[in-house]
């Protein structure tokens, strides 16, 4: 048995991992019984995890072929973004979607149909999936979006729970260069911020706000704005540091990110921002992962790990981004991270994350006693305003309100159960959450 948690550290739980090298081998696990499927374990919450079970590691179905002249490149579901970028980047192509990390497999950018900075521009992971191939309990199907559309949707987003994907066929974006031009600006108040992100909308392809939680009154919501694009052929810019080079070697003791330290800084953080840089060369890790550069940064929020509660609401109700961050900041809690973006319309995935609006991801300490108190009264605020939480970030939601956050759950039972009516494909997020019968 090993002892497996999602990259918040809690909650944990031990399972018993087998990593097959095959098609054959996926198929006589899952004819055995319930296991789940994992990959670079980046998912916050227990997503892929399956406490007294069985987890099946995918990393090994790690294949990557060779990029077509249109762009295209099929990937088996262990490869990573970061795998990816090694071999497509000298060739001029990027991956049309990232995550704020490159250490996510593209079998877990399907489950948790990932977002980035440019999900306003470009949509999120799954509208670049030209097909996919899922092994499941009632066969192996390949599925595209006009090839069995209920499951290939169902499946995106689906965290894993209609079939274990095992190959991807992906579109990548051509780019000229492996920089970013970026222009960053300061504003004093959330309000502003969030006029000139939507103002940018139109203007810009990647669009990411850090706001201060911490501050109060006329402050409250300060922010950093970064925006940009690809740079052009022959632009330059200082290199980020590789992948783990940097560190965290031991978990930090308690206390480390309390409110006086993270209130410091965000301090110095958002003076030593530019009031108005433009067109500043950023490499691509600095400005999509600048976290990659610090191996087990989690263990910086101490023994008992921590919460990202990520939420998105429609543009309409776009205030409920500012009750949000004033209520943080008058419980005392502290975010140490908290990045807010634009989303474009959604897809047609039930339950896929995103939908036209604002999203704010925040990273919470366990510890303190207001915090789920705290966070119930976030569930509450964004079901009010027709939003939901990530599940790929969730540890702690109610059944109910993932009910009432993904209205087509039941669309999306339905379809799983064509294909796993025992109920094989399961974890410790499925059975928290009731998503599935057993």
């Known amino acids: 048995m090993t002892r497996l948690s999602g990259w918040g550290r809690t909650p944990a739980a031990s399972a018993s991992v087998v990593a097959p090298s095959s098609e054959d081998e996926l198929a006589e696990l899952l004819a055995r019984g319930p296991l789940c499927a994992r990959g670079l374990g980046r998912s916050y919450g227990d997503a892929a995890q399956l406490a007294g079970g069985t987890v099946v590691d995918l990393t090994g179905l790690d294949e990557i072929g060779p990029i077509d002249a249109a762009g295209a490149i099929t990937l088996g579901a262990g490869a990573s973004i970061d795998d990816l970028l090694a071999l497509s980047l000298p060739q001029g192509w990027f991956v049309p979607v990232t995550p704020g990390t490159r250490q996510v497999t593209m079998g877990g950018a399907i489950a948790a149909d990932v977002h980035g900075k440019n999900h306003h521009r470009d949509g999120s992971f799954a509208h670049h999936v030209e097909s996919l191939r899922l092994v499941t309990p009632r066969g192996i199907f390949d599925l595209s979006a006009e090839d069995d559309p209920d499951l290939f949707w169902a499946t995106v987003g689906g965290m894993g729970l209609t079939g274990i994907v095992t190959r ?8 000229e260069s492996d920089v970013v031009l970026v222009d960053t600006d300061r504003y004093d108040d959330l309000d502003a911020v969030m006029a000139a992100m939507v103002e ?45 080079r940097l560190g965290v070697p031991v978990v930090a003791p308690p206390g480390l990110l309390n409110p006086l330290s993270v209130r410091a800084f965000n301090e110095a953080w958002f003076r030593r921002a530019p009031r108005h840089a433009r067109e500043v060369p950023h490499s691509i890790g600095a400005f999509f992962h600048p976290l990659d550069g610090v191996a087990d940064w989690n263990r910086l929020y101490g023994p008992r790990g921590f919460v990202q509660y990520q939420f998105v609401v429609p543009d309409a109700a776009g205030e409920t981004v500012r009750h949000a961050v004033e209520r943080l900041a008058r419980s005392g809690l502290v975010s140490f991270l908290a990045v807010l973006k634009r989303f474009g319309p959604g897809d047609p995935a039930p339950l896929s994350f995103p939908m036209a609006g604002w999203t704010l991801a925040l990273d919470l300490p366990v510890g303190a006693a207001a915090l789920p108190h705290e966070l119930d009264a976030l569930d509450e605020l964004v079901l009010g305003a027709g939003g939901r939480v990530y599940l790929a970030k969730d540890a702690r939601l109610a059944p109910a309100s993932v009910a009432a956050m993904y209205p087509r759950l039941e669309e999306w039972r339905a379809v799983r159960a064509r294909v796993d009516p025992e109920g094989v494909l399961l974890s410790d997020l499925a059975r928290r959450l009731h998503l599935v019968g057993r």
């Not at 991807?168 to 780019?175: G, K």
């Open 168 to 175: 991807v066929r992906l579109r990548l974006l051509r780019v």
């Open 200 to 244: 940018g909308d139109e203007r810009y392809r990647y669009s990411v706000a850090w706001v201060d939680c911490t501050a109060r009154g006329a402050r409250t919501g300060r922010a950093v704005l970064t925006r940009g694009d690809h740079a052009p052929a022959g632009a330059r810019a200082p290199r980020a540091p590789r992948p783990g």
